[in-house]
């Protein structure tokens, strides 16, 4: 399996998936820690992918994502964006309906 095989795997199998730096528990950077505060603020379980860990997913998730930046927040197949933008979702209460509705139906 190639490796934008194996991201469009992890994307289709997991309603929440965050890439990012590190882990959820041990961010290595501060963008990849706030993503990871907002995304466990909004209360469901979701998958992580270290890219430090994962060089070849570092290097092609960004071609396949059309996305240059990490952490990268994908719900329900689609990209979602980064820390900015997952900040701001989340203040104007608008990630956390859409990170359910994503593990909802994946329950269903």
């Given at each position: ?10 994307i ?15 961010p ?11 995304v ?43 820390s ?11 990630l956390?309906p ?5 593990v ?5």
């Open positions: 399996m190639d490796i934008i095989d194996t991201i469009k795997e992890q289709t199998n997991n309603p929440v998936i965050l890439y990012m730096k590190g882990s959820p528990n041990a290595q950077c501060g963008f990849s820690a706030r993503a990871a505060q907002v466990m603020a909004c209360g469901e379980k979701f998958a992580y992918v270290d890219i430090l860990q994962n060089p070849e997913i570092r290097a092609n998730l960004p071609k396949y994502a059309n996305w240059p930046t990490f952490p990268q927040l994908w719900v329900g197949g689609e990209l979602v964006g980064g900015d933008i997952l900040a701001e979702m989340f203040e104007k209460g608008e956390q859409l990170i359910k509705a994503a909802g139906k994946a329950e269903a």
